[in-house]
């Protein structure tokens, strides 16, 4: 089994800044691709960035030039910086990620419990 545990969110003033975390622990061989999704009340869940294992990464067009997505290989972990903060960034953020149990057995794909940030204006 595999666990992401998010950190990092809460309530920031327009135009500040919060830094996202995710941490990978479980049953991990590897890991493929990891990314941060958002969900905001009443719209659909959403890719907000990506990075491969190797290190490319891509953004929706509405946070390019404001979040940087980086991840530690050693630490299992993926991060979310993100700055120049909007109110309509307010959404519950989620991590995800593609892991190996084994060298054959994978990828599976798994979700984090999803951490709330919420932008005042």
């Known amino acids: 089994q595999v666990q992401l545990v998010e950190s990092g969110g809460g309530l920031v003033q327009a135009g500040g800044s919060l830094r996202l975390s995710c941490a990978v622990s479980?049953?991990?061989?590897?890991?493929?691709?990891m990314g941060w999704y958002r969900q905001a009340p009443g719209k659909q869940r959403e890719l907000v960035a990506g990075i491969t294992s190797s290190g490319s990464t891509n953004y929706t067009d509405s946070v390019k030039g404001r979040f940087t997505i980086s991840r530690d290989n050693a630490k299992n972990t993926v991060y979310l910086q993100m700055n120049s903060l909007k109110p309509e960034d307010t959404a519950v953020y989620y991590c995800?990620?593609?892991?190996?149990?084994?060298?054959?057995?994978?990828?599976?794909?798994?979700w984090g419990q999803g951490t709330q940030v919420t932008v005042s204006s």
């Open positions: 995800n990620a593609d892991v190996h149990h084994t060298r054959w057995l994978g990828p599976y794909n798994y």
């Open positions: 479980g049953n991990i061989f590897r890991i493929n691709a």
